[in-house]
């Protein structure tokens, strides 16, 4: 078990996830545990390379949050 917690979330973006969930055969917490998982890890470039066993790199980095600002996430 984890933490549970209350998000408000658009209609549109709820439905959306519901139907998701329904497809793949997870359940709502599972699928809403797994995109936040993912953006985490998206946004996140320097831990993700520590897990694999790299270090810091100041241009991937750089690159990385030129990437993320372009795309106004």
């Known amino acids: 078990m984890g933490m549970k917690t209350a998000v408000s979330i658009p209609d549109d973006i709820f439905e959306?996830?519901?139907d998701l969930a329904r497809r793949m055969k997870k359940s709502r917490s599972?699928?809403?545990s797994n995109a936040l998982e993912e953006y985490v890890s998206r946004h996140a470039p320097d831990r993700a390379c520590a897990e694999i066993g790299f270090g810091p790199d100041s241009f991937v980095s750089s690159a990385?949050?030129?990437?993320l600002e372009q795309r106004d996430l």
């Open 64 to 67: 990385s949050a030129q990437v």
């Open 30 to 32: 599972k699928l809403f």
């Open 16 to 18: 959306k996830a519901e």
